[in-house]
């Protein structure tokens, strides 16, 4: 298994601005993941998280609002741009081996936007 | 409280009896499907999961049934615990594509003491 740690747990943000959430990893993992789980809802798959190259997108989400980064193997950020209060929802990462079938999940980044 | 599964729907049963959560999926070509539970303040945690080359699977107190006809997903969790109170998704992913999963809506079950 993999135990992955998110940072903030949880932020509460004025519209127009933007956090960067941070996603590690306490193993190599070939696979790294976005989701967001609006209020009452299931999880959305946002990108996956490439390492050393750009994110790959699902539609509906872009690079200009949610910029990720993956510069190693354990570690990934997702950058919320610009919030507006539509953006507040958790943010969860997760991670996988390859040859391995789970994906294992943070504790995901609870987002207000006032 | 935490807002995840306020719009869920709700199975309700009775400490010590068997649950039975049911998923639907859309995509023929998943060959992997997993279920989690996902707990209030919590991030989902991984049950069981099972191939496409399986119809039953079996872990400790659950076991997950796939009908690949009907596209029909089931978690059964025996002997119910208050502990099993949570939201459940399921969740499906291809084994050699892209790898990432499409989850299902969600079932929040609640175990009476």
């Known amino acids: 298994s993999a135990v992955i740690s998110q940072k903030p747990s949880r932020d509460i943000c004025q519209r127009g601005t933007s956090l960067t959430i941070q996603c590690q990893v306490d193993s190599q993992v070939t696979m790294m993941f976005w989701y967001r789980q609006q209020p009452g809802q299931s999880l959305t798959l946002i990108a996956t998280?490439?390492?050393?190259?750009?994110?790959?997108?699902e539609s509906g989400f872009v690079i200009d609002k949610f910029p990720i980064s993956r510069p190693n193997l354990t570690f990934s950020t997702l950058t919320v741009s610009n919030m507006s209060p539509e953006d507040s929802s958790i943010y969860l990462c997760?991670?996988?081996?390859?040859?391995?079938?789970?994906?294992?999940f943070g504790p995901g980044t609870r987002l207000t936007v006032l | 409280g935490e807002s995840v599964g306020l719009h869920l729907p709700t199975l309700s049963v009775q400490e010590g009896d068997n649950s039975i959560i049911n998923c639907a999926y859309s995509n023929s070509a998943s060959d992997y499907f997993i279920w989690y539970k996902q707990e209030s303040g919590k991030g989902p945690q991984f049950i069981i999961d099972i191939r496409s080359n399986m119809d039953k699977r079996q872990g400790q107190r659950v076991t997950v049934l796939l009908n690949k006809t009907v596209k029909h997903l089931s978690l059964q969790i025996a002997a119910t615990q208050p502990g099993d109170s949570a939201v459940y998704f399921c969740?499906?992913?291809?084994?050699?594509?892209?790898?990432?999963?499409?989850f299902g809506s969600g079932t929040r079950l609640q175990v009476q003491p």
């Open positions: 998280a490439n390492q050393g190259s750009e994110a790959t997108y």
């Open positions: 997760s991670g996988g081996h390859s040859g391995l079938n789970e994906q294992f």
């Open positions: 969740a499906e992913s291809d084994l050699v594509g892209r790898r990432a999963l499409t």
